[in-house]
Every structure is written in C-alpha cells, then in structure tokens.
C-alpha cells in the first residue's frame, strides 16, 4: 500500500509492503508485526483512558493524534516512518541522519501517527461519498 507521509511541509512518499518489513527488521532488528502487535495492544487502553475523561471526543483529529502518540511512541513512530519511507526510496539516509534532517519534529510526530494506522488498516481505503460526487461534477 502505497501513501504520503508530510514531513517538513512536503508530502514524502511512503508504502506498507514486504520491503518495508525486511528494511524494518534489518535496520532496527524488531519484527515489524511484532511491534504493530504490541502498539495495539497498548492502542486500546489508552483509548478507553481518553474516552473516560469528560468532554474529549476521540473522533477529533487531534485528540487520535494524541492518544496515538502516547500509545505508539515517538521511537516506534520514528522507525516505522523510516521503513516506510526508505522502501518507497531506496536514497533513503540511514534513520540517524534522515531524522536529524527532519526540521518541525513536533508536527513530523504527529503526521506519523498516520504512517501507524496505514500500517494496521485503520485509514479508509474508499473516499466519501461527497467527495467522489464532487470530483464526478467537475468531469462534466
């Protein structure tokens, strides 16, 4: 599965396939399931934490972006944005010095919260439907 993670302003392309699993577990020698396994059982807690506390809602966008980076952790968040990358692009610097490149870490952390959930499908793979009525209206 191929994606854009936004690091630094751009949308750097990224995918979620054997490659990335190989480079996962020969850069950072972790099995990559392993890991996705563990952060979601970590997932589910922390999301029931957040649905207890009055008035947040965990549809918001920020409050999932929250929720999930307490989950995951920004050292899994940074290896598994790297995997990602690198198997899209193979040009790819080793994950020390591709993170030291990496100017707005704060935003780049919560952008990666995506690569996550691309990884364990929790992104919708269909648009909406106005959305697609849209794009429809324009090719008339």
Excluded: C
């Excluded at 396939?17 to 190989?22: L, N, S």
């Excluded at 009055?54 to 999932?64: F, T, W, Y």
């Excluded at 989950?71 to 968040?77: C, E, P, Q, T, W």
Aim: glycine content about 4%; cysteine-free; overall charge negative.
């Amino acid at each position: 599965m191929r994606f854009n993670i936004m690091i630094d302003g751009k949308q750097v392309p990224a995918r979620y396939t054997g490659k990335t699993a190989r480079l996962y577990r020969e850069q950072f020698r972790k099995d990559i399931f392993e890991t996705l396994a563990d952060i979601s059982a970590a997932f589910l807690p922390a999301v029931a934490d957040v649905q207890n506390i009055q008035g947040m809602d965990i549809e918001n966008p920020a409050v999932l972006a929250g929720v999930s980076l307490k989950a995951i952790g920004s050292k899994n968040l940074e290896e598994l944005s790297w995997a990602a990358v690198a198997a899209e692009n193979p040009s790819t610097p080793l994950p020390e010095e591709w993170l030291d490149g990496i100017e707005d870490y704060q935003t780049f952390l919560y952008n990666a919260t995506m690569v996550y959930h691309h990884m364990v499908g929790n992104v919708p793979l269909v648009e909406a439907e106005d959305k697609t009525e849209e794009d429809e209206d324009k090719k008339k």
